[in-house]
């Protein structure tokens, strides 16, 4: 079973930045692509970042030169740095990862709100 928790959501002001973390309990290696989505009230999940284990990322046009997916490999840990923060960012925003064999497997963090508000 794959864990993944995320932290780093909370209040911030329009045009703010805030560093979100997703902890993996498996190494980097053993997954094939992780990604960022957020779900806002009354909405569906949509997908904010995207990225291969080739290291190729892709992001909507919502967020596209804003918000950026990266990992530490050392701390198995996937990161979403949002910048210019916009009140139509907010939402409760999930991890997730599709682990290859033996975890083989989509798996999901619990969510973490990020609130943009003035």
């Known amino acids: 079973q794959v864990q993944l928790v995320e932290s780093g959501g909370g209040l911030v002001q329009p045009g703010g930045s805030l560093r979100l973390s997703c902890a993996v309990s498996?190494?980097?290696?053993?997954?094939?692509?992780m990604g960022w989505y957020r779900q806002a009230p009354g909405m569906e999940r949509e997908l904010v970042a995207h990225?291969?284990?080739?290291?190729?990322?892709n992001y909507p046009d919502s967020v596209k030169g804003r918000f950026t997916i990266s990992t530490d490999n050392a701390l198995n840990t996937v990161y979403l740095q949002m910048n210019s923060l916009k009140p139509e960012d907010t939402a409760v925003y999930y991890c997730?990862?599709?682990?290859?064999?033996?975890?083989?497997?989509?798996?999901w963090g619990k969510g973490t709100l990020v609130t943009v508000s003035s």
């Open positions: 997730n990862v599709q682990a290859q064999w033996p975890y083989s497997g989509d798996y």
């Open positions: 498996i190494s980097i290696f053993s997954i094939n692509a």
């Open positions: 990225m291969s284990n080739g290291g190729r990322t």
